[in-house]
Antibody, heavy 115, light 110 residues
Framework: EVQLLDSGGGLVQPGGSLRLSCAAS????????MGWVRQAPGKGLEWVST??????YYADSVKGRFTISRDNSKNTLYLQMNSLRADDTAVYYC??????????WGQGTLVTVSS | QSALTQPASVSGSPGQSITISCTGT?????????VSWYQQHPGKAPKVMIY???NRPSGVSNRFSGSKSGNTASLTISGLQADDEADYYC??????????FGGGTKLTVL
């Protein structure tokens, strides 16, 4: 059974940093692209980033501030978030990416940027 | 990376059919074979219902179907059931390896 366990969310001040993690199990992690999607409170879904092999892709809203990475030996996906702003407040979901869609999603982790 | 346009809400009675539209441009929906649809119940993670415009993942009811014409994709749910009440999001490629979501549609089953 595919499982994605998001963690690392919390309260951070504007300008601060946070690293999210996503522990994967139930599939051969290294064989698949992965991504992050976020959802601000009461709002819709927003694609954040995708990693495929060593190639990385970012939404314009986070480019230069967020870095996606993975450790295939630990079956873990990461999202390093720097220079956080109030509008980065959201639930962040990691998701398995296959053939241009997300087929499995984590439960989400809440990031709150506030002073 | 502008969001795709969806109606804010749609409604239908049990047993009826509804269609949710998703309008983009020739740079995303119109030029992509990779449109997907997600269902999200309150407080839950999204679940893929349709991928590659019209394909259903294993385990998704055949009451859900997808199509595309020009710059507009559509999700049709037939034989509405109470559990179909949820938010629905479309998604498409917008330039290679860049994805965009629609603003979401709240489906109410009357």
């Amino acid at each position: 059974e595919v499982q994605l366990l998001d963690s690392g969310g919390g309260l951070v001040q504007p300008g601060g940093s946070l690293r999210l993690s996503c522990a994967a199990s139930g599939f051969t992690f290294s064989n698949y692209a992965m991504g992050w999607v976020r959802q601000a409170p009461g709002k819709g879904l927003e694609w954040v980033s995708t990693i495929s092999g060593s190639d990385t892709y970012y939404a314009d809203s986070v480019k230069g501030r967020f870095t996606i990475s993975r450790d295939n030996s630990k079956n873990t996906l990461y999202l390093q978030m720097n220079s956080l702003r109030a509008d980065d407040t959201a639930v962040y979901y990691c998701a398995k990416y296959v053939m241009r869609y997300f087929d499995y999603w984590g439960q989400g982790t809440l990031v709150t940027v506030s002073s | 990376q502008s969001a795709l346009t969806q109606p804010a809400s749609v409604s239908g009675s049990p047993g009826q059919s509804i269609t949710i539209s998703c309008t983009g441009t020739s740079s995303d929906v119109g030029g992509s074979n990779y449109v997907s649809w997600y269902q999200q119940h309150p407080g839950k993670a999204p679940k893929v219902m349709i991928y590659d415009v019209s394909n259903r993942p294993s385990g998704v009811s055949n009451r859900f179907s997808g199509s595309k014409s020009g710059n507009t994709a559509s999700l049709t749910i037939s034989g509405l059931q109470a559990d179909d009440e949820a938010d629905y999001y479309c998604s498409s490629d917008s330039r290679t390896n860049i994805r965009v979501f629609g603003g979401g549609t709240k489906l109410t089953v009357l």
